[in-house]
């Protein structure tokens, strides 16, 4: 981890995100580690205008607490980090410079904002697994 403001849990997670829109999550070797990397598009081989990331905002049409939406978008690639020991969660802001394979936001210009602790995407995960039918799709 690095030396940001280290978040160790969903209300203060959530507190931020209310101060300020426009925050993301990403799993990776971090802030200093992504300044000399590039996001790559794994199937293609192609390296993408910015970093993968997921974002905390919620969406318009989203009527349950921040909190449940955080929780689920910290579980929807925190298996990037059970793969790789290396990796971790950060929150970090940038410039929407297109979108990835699976639709999700790149980010070019990044400013790191926070660290994620383990004990808040444990919560994260007992949230989301306790409020969602987690795995389930329209199949």
């Not at 909190?67 to 059970?82: I, K, P, S």
């Amino acid at each position: 981890m690095s030396d940001l403001p280290l978040m160790k849990s969903l209300d203060q997670l959530a507190a931020l995100v209310r101060a300020e829109s426009g925050l993301h999550v990403r799993y990776s070797e971090g802030p200093e580690h992504d300044a000399t990397e590039s996001s790559i598009d794994t199937e293609s081989g192609l390296e993408l205008p910015g970093l993968s990331v997921n974002p905390l905002d919620p969406e318009p049409w989203w009527t349950r607490p921040l909190e449940d939406w955080l929780a689920r978008q910290l579980c929807q690639y925190r298996h990037l980090a059970e793969k790789n020991p290396d990796r971790y969660a950060w929150v970090l802001r940038g410039t929407l410079a297109g979108r990835g394979p699976d639709c999700e936001p790149l980010l070019s210009d990044v400013e790191a904002v926070a660290d994620l602790s383990e004990v808040l995407l444990e919560e994260a995960q007992e949230r989301y697994l306790r409020n969602f039918n987690a795995g389930n799709g329209p199949e």
